[in-house]
């Protein structure tokens, strides 16, 4: 193994986290590493600890104004030269080996994709969930299925390891306009490139849960958020993606069909405690309303969304 691997590191106010990223870094038992890390407009001194490690050649530091996390992720993508790419979150944790196993496996296993075990945390709670399967296949059907599937292979982008070549020969960014998705897009977007995809049975990221982000907001929110409506517009997106690949590989069209009704419900479950009414919410309505019999008589979804998407579909 002697592939320049390019970790990719959006920053925004992660000072606290940031001496324990390093030493996680630092004891990567993969050490051809370039380390880029987008200082997406701190203000809480981020940006003066990222400088000191410009002393050290492993790391690139860029910095821009605050223009949101996928912005700066593709800042990052901009200036990778390694032959691999895995996108990193400062707050999280990860194994010493995490970069050497996502490595090994994608350069035995000749797949274009590989995705790793993973768990989530509370700072006070600890541990809550944990994550580990093994899978070689070139069924992208089933990869689909287990992105969208919460609690499986997943969306995120941390517990997997790219190729830079298929990212940048298919123009692959991330959307500047989605805050809620734009993960889950970029992922299924690659996967249309794909031949091959690996899971490995380690578990080997770990994920740190907030009550921060734009969905987790929601519980205290007292008005409806227009971005929780771009979790909506990703899947969208997705579904066209898919559909443009089928040159290369015939998608099921249905593969997102549960997982957009799960998303259509949520949200007008959401916009009718807050009494938020639009166009979206109106064809996400219709959507639920055709998808029904789908509701009621599929397994994936249990009787509480089964009576919440009756309330909410009329």
Same mark, same amino acid.
């Not at 050290?56 to 860029?62: A, G, L, P, R």
């Not at 069209?253 to 007008?268: D, S, T, Y």
């Not at 479950?269 to 009621?296: A, D, P």
């Not at 008589?297 to 509480?304: E, N």
């Given at each position: 193994?002697?592939?320049?691997?390019?970790?990719?590191?959006?920053?925004?106010?992660?000072?606290?986290?940031?001496?324990?990223?390093?030493?996680?870094?630092?004891?990567?038992?993969?050490?051809?590493?370039?380390?880029?890390?987008?200082?997406?407009?701190?203000?809480?001194?981020?940006?003066?600890?990222?400088?000191?490690?410009?002393?050290?050649?492993?790391?690139?530091?860029?910095?821009?104004?605050?223009?949101?996390?996928?912005?700066?992720?593709?800042?990052?993508?901009?200036?990778?030269?390694?032959?691999?790419?895995?996108?990193?979150?400062?707050?999280?944790?990860?194994?010493?080996?995490?970069?050497?196993?996502?490595?090994?496996?994608?350069?035995?296993?000749?797949?274009?994709?590989?995705?790793?075990?993973?768990?989530?945390?509370?700072?006070?709670?600890?541990?809550?969930?944990?994550?580990?399967?093994?899978?070689?296949?070139?069924?992208?059907?089933?990869?689909?299925?287990?992105?969208?599937?919460?609690?499986?292979?997943?969306?995120? #982008?941390?517990? =997997?390891? @790219?190729?830079?070549?298929?990212? &940048? /020969?298919?123009? !692959?960014?991330?959307?500047?306009?989605?805050?809620?998705?734009?993960?889950?897009?970029?992922?299924?977007?690659?996967?249309?490139?794909?031949?091959?995809?690996?899971?490995?049975?380690?578990?080997?990221?770990?994920?740190?849960?907030?009550?921060?982000?734009?969905?987790?907001?929601?519980?205290?929110?007292?008005?409806?958020?227009?971005?929780?409506?771009?979790?909506?517009?990703?899947?969208?997106?997705?579904?066209?993606?898919?559909?443009?690949?089928?040159?290369?590989?015939?998608?099921?069209?249905?593969?997102?069909?549960?997982?957009?009704?799960?998303?259509?419900?949520?949200?007008?479950?959401?916009?009718?405690?807050?009494?938020?009414?639009?166009?979206?919410?109106?064809?996400?309505?219709?959507?639920?309303?055709?998808?029904?019999?789908?509701? #009621?008589?599929? =397994?994936? @979804?249990?009787?509480?969304?089964? &009576? /919440?998407?009756? !309330?909410?579909?009329?």
């Amino acid at each position: 193994m002697n592939s320049l691997v390019s970790v990719i590191v959006p920053i925004y106010n992660e000072s606290k986290y940031l001496d324990s990223f390093f030493s996680m870094l630092d004891k990567q038992t993969y050490h051809k590493l370039e380390v880029i890390m987008i200082d997406d407009g701190s203000t809480d001194g981020s940006l003066m600890m990222l400088n000191k490690k410009k002393r050290d050649s492993k790391y690139k530091i860029i910095h821009q104004e605050n223009c949101g996390v996928s912005a700066a992720r593709n800042a990052g993508i901009k200036h990778a030269s390694g032959k691999f790419c895995v996108f990193v979150d400062a707050d999280d944790q990860f194994d010493d080996c995490y970069i050497q196993y996502l490595v090994t496996a994608i350069e035995k296993s000749n797949a274009q994709l590989v995705s790793c075990g993973y768990s989530e945390f509370k700072i006070n709670e600890g541990e809550i969930f944990r994550y580990s399967q093994k899978n070689s296949s070139e069924n992208l059907n089933f990869a689909v299925a287990k992105i969208v599937t919460h609690h499986e292979m997943g969306s995120a #982008l941390w517990n =997997k390891i @790219f190729k830079t070549e298929i990212i &940048l /020969k298919n123009n !692959l960014k991330f959307s500047v306009d989605i805050a809620v998705g734009e993960d889950l897009l970029f992922v299924i977007s690659y996967l249309t490139h794909v031949k091959k995809w690996v899971e490995i049975p380690y578990v080997l990221y770990h994920y740190q849960l907030n009550d921060f982000g734009t969905m987790q907001n929601y519980k205290t929110a007292k008005e409806f958020n227009q971005n929780w409506l771009t979790e909506w517009k990703a899947l969208k997106l997705a579904q066209i993606h898919l559909a443009s690949a089928e040159k290369r590989y015939v998608f099921d069209e249905n593969i997102l069909h549960a997982k957009r009704l799960r998303v259509a419900i949520k949200l007008l479950g959401r916009s009718k405690q807050m009494n938020y009414k639009s166009k979206e919410i109106f064809e996400l309505r219709q959507y639920v309303r055709k998808g029904l019999i789908t509701v #009621l008589t599929s =397994k994936q @979804f249990p009787p509480k969304q089964v &009576l /919440k998407a009756l !309330l909410v579909s009329f």
